[in-house]
């Protein structure tokens, strides 16, 4: 006889998303219509626009949040509504494929597994060179990783309901705002014994569109800043995803490569130095380079590529500064309090 399936409870926090929901929400209803999951859950995080009414007209179950919370208390305050064996995590800004229960189930099968996430597609929404090298790079980094991950991703991801509540769900407390609250999740499912997957072929389109000054802001102090005093004071570096062994000398090459480039009009030979970097960082960005060319065409590819150099340096100068304040900063204050 065969066993039953496990139940889907798709939860979807939202703020100020009334313009995308009608996109995020079709498949996602068309699935629950289908049969394929048992319910579709959209958290208002006290959105100032008719987000919550959006929903409702569409056709999802709607919870209102009493107070503004981030992403991570609104998913564990639809967590503990959903009535499904698995929730899956999708976020206001991101399309599903149709095939995402086949991938959610099929993962959940396999001994130990408590988490799965996915990838972006190779076709996201923004029109502008810098947005798309943005969303492509995500793609990138995930369609390469390791299939047994580290830790999660709540954009497009699944849990084991009972499990993801018996360890206390996302820690809405330390991340009020959008942030790494996923990344610490998936550290925590790992000390508790579950197993993360990461599944290429889990796919959903991306609608942020970015721009320079928003990522800078958030690389630096929604990703790389807690990420790293995260890493540091607990975890560790991975070699997986974008902190791997490749990617830190990838990031070591930049550096050397602008340090160089300002010491040019002071020495000759830091030209030539400036030049050996180039064209290293060329080599060892070959593979990215080709990627976004064939994704977006030259501009992104070259744009992309440059302003990678400027990612790997802003994103090492922020670790180097958390190992300061940590090794440093942190044992100056603990004497002085002693």
């Not at 609250?181 to 000390?191: A, M, S, T, V």
């Amino acid at each position: 006889m065969t066993a039953p399936q496990p139940a889907i409870s798709a939860i979807v926090p939202a703020f100020r998303a009334a313009h995308l929901l009608p996109r995020v929400l079709a498949p996602l209803i068309a699935l629950r219509d289908a049969g394929e999951i048992s319910e579709v859950i959209v958290i208002d995080d006290v959105s100032p626009d008719d987000t919550a009414e959006v929903a409702e007209r569409l056709g999802a179950q709607v919870i209102r949040s009493t107070r503004n919370g981030g992403p991570g208390a609104a998913r564990n305050l639809g967590a503990r509504a959903a009535t499904g064996d698995l929730l899956w995590m999708v976020d206001s800004d991101v399309i599903p494929e149709a095939d995402g229960p086949r991938h959610i189930r099929a993962a959940f099968a396999e001994p130990g597994v408590r988490a799965v996430f996915g990838s972006y597609d190779e076709l996201p929404d923004g029109a502008p060179w810098f947005s798309r090298y943005k969303n492509l790079t995500h793609r990138y980094y995930h369609q390469l990783a390791r299939r047994e991950a580290s830790t999660f991703w709540a954009g497009c991801g699944a849990v084991d309901r009972e499990f993801y509540l018996s360890i206390g769900g996302f820690d809405a407390e330390t991340y009020r705002v959008p942030s790494i609250e996923d990344i610490e999740l998936g550290y925590r499912i790992r000390r508790h014994g579950g197993r993360i997957l990461l599944i290429r072929e889990f796919e959903a389109k991306h609608l942020k569109v970015w721009t320079i000054p928003n990522a800078i802001h958030t690389d630096i102090f929604r990703r790389a800043l807690p990420w790293a005093r995260l890493m540091i004071s607990q975890e560790g570096v991975p070699d997986d995803l974008n902190t791997s062994w490749g990617e830190r000398v990838k990031a070591l090459v930049a550096l050397v490569l602008v340090l160089a480039l300002l010491a040019t009009p002071l020495a000759a030979e830091a030209g030539l130095l400036a030049l050996a970097a180039a064209a290293l960082a060329l080599a060892l960005n070959r593979d990215f380079a080709r990627y976004l060319y064939g994704h977006g065409g030259l501009g992104i590819a070259v744009g992309g590529l440059i302003y990678h150099q400027f990612y790997y340096i802003y994103s090492a100068t922020v670790f180097v500064w958390c190992l300061f304040e940590y090794h440093v900063l942190r044992r100056r204050e603990l004497r002085t309090i002693s």
